[in-house]
């Protein structure tokens, strides 16, 4: 571990006392600020590449799985999209301010609801340097401080992200302390931010299920809960067989090792011999081992048995598990015992059965004819992305600016009392 001589609560304390006056920034001097800081991001392309290879080599010694390798990963294509993401953000509507409800009482006192900043925002993950980025880009915009805690895997590459973008706040004359990082605290900084309540506002998880548990059954600071994506896609009746190859195979395939990628495939009966042979065919093509049940193997003899685990299974891999249900009904009884609430989607030329599926299926993201992959902040038009968020309180889906935001309600009056 590193020493440093001020603590983790020095370091939370200064992002508490830099909070006061990012939320006093003007929407113009916010994202100025964001825009400088995409800059000096790009700015510090070979440093921040160079020392994720550090990164990178060092966890493929400790045995990091693939699919963390990926997320890890960043050349100069993907830090110049990391720039990009933050100009995003920076073009997006001020999140603070906005006027949210407006009434007059009988006695003549004036309401007005209206979005204020969080205060001081924490996050918890693993091996994602784009989440350094994202959350401090989205935090600053809506007027916030932030204090990351990224993770051993990717100390180097986040410590040379937070070098570029406090460099940046500093020489645009915003409080650099605004941005903190609490990797070199190892795994007392997390508690420490945890059990940080009084001094930061809001806690967003982002990682393994193990480490968002962790997070919600041991913090003393309130957590925006983002959930492990075990996602189904149903393949019904009168699913069409390009549709069904094709969003299953792109929704597993294009990037195995995100929270929105495939799981769980389920084809009704009626459709299994149309439908089956061609879906798997591209699968294994992309080189997806398949896990399915006895009926798939049937059809398809290269796939592995499945096992009762497989089911709630978020592989994060290329593996997928496949079952063959009777019906749009069981379809739906199989989600609602595996699902982890993050997104489903049917392929159908059913309108019936498209309108039951959105209607019954409780997930934060709900679909129809499309791939699970579009279920993303960048994608659904936020910019950047806080997470992705399977609770019901506060936030839920894809999370952007306004979940980065509280309201207060302003009360103007003329001398009343009440009675």
């Excluded at 110049?80 to 407006?102: K, M, Q, T, W």
Aim: net charge negative; with cysteine.
């Amino acid at each position: 571990m590193i020493t440093t001589e001020l603590t983790a609560r020095d370091l939370m304390t200064a992002a508490k006392g830099a909070a006061r006056g990012v939320a006093l920034l003007s929407d113009q001097e916010k994202s100025s600020a964001l825009r400088a800081i995409a800059d000096a991001i790009e700015g510090a392309t070979s440093a921040i590449v160079e020392a994720n290879a550090q990164d990178l080599e060092r966890g493929r010694g400790n045995g990091l799985s693939d699919a963390m390798q990926d997320r890890l990963r960043l050349d100069a294509t993907r830090v110049a999209a990391l720039a990009s993401a933050v100009r995003d953000v920076a073009d997006l509507p001020d999140p603070v301010g906005r006027v949210l409800d407006e009434r007059t009482l009988a006695n003549g006192l004036q309401l007005t609801q209206v979005s204020v900043p969080f205060g001081v925002v924490g996050a918890i993950y693993e091996a994602r340097p784009n989440v350094t980025v994202d959350i401090a880009a989205l935090a600053l915009r809506a007027g916030n401080a932030v204090v990351l805690r990224g993770g051993t895997a990717a100390e180097r590459t986040n410590a040379a992200l937070v070098v570029a973008m406090r460099g940046a706040l500093e020489a645009h004359g915003v409080d650099p302390e605004a941005i903190q990082t609490l990797d070199a605290f190892g795994r007392e900084g997390a508690r420490e931010l945890m059990q940080a309540r009084g001094l930061v506002d809001v806690l967003v998880p982002r990682g393994s299920a193990q480490l968002i548990q962790t997070v919600v059954t041991e913090s003393a600071v309130p957590v925006i809960e983002t959930g492990a994506g075990v996602v189904h896609i149903v393949l019904d009746d009168t699913a069409r067989e390009d549709w069904a190859r094709d969003i299953v195979t792109n929704a597993k395939v294009q990037r195995p090792s995100v929270c929105n990628a495939v799981e769980t495939v389920l084809v009704t009966r009626a459709a299994a011999e149309r439908l089956v042979p061609s879906v798997a065919a591209a699968l294994t093509e992309a080189g997806v081992t398949i896990h399915a049940d006895e009926g798939v193997r049937s059809l398809v003899p290269g796939a592995v048995a499945a096992t009762e685990a497989d089911w709630s299974t978020e592989y994060l891999s290329l593996d997928v598990s496949m079952r063959i249900v009777e019906d749009l009904d069981d379809a739906l009884d199989h989600i609602r015992r595996y699902s982890t609430g993050h997104t489903e989607s049917i392929i159908t030329d059913d309108q019936a059965h498209a309108d039951r599926f959105l209607a019954e299926v409780d997930s934060a993201v709900v679909m129809v004819n499309a791939s699970t992959r579009f279920t993303d902040g960048g994608e659904f038009g936020f910019g950047a992305e806080v997470g992705i968020s399977t609770q019901k309180l506060h936030a839920r889906g894809p999370m952007g600016l306004p979940a980065l935001t509280s309201t207060k309600w302003l009360a103007h009056g003329v001398g009343q009392t009440r009675r």
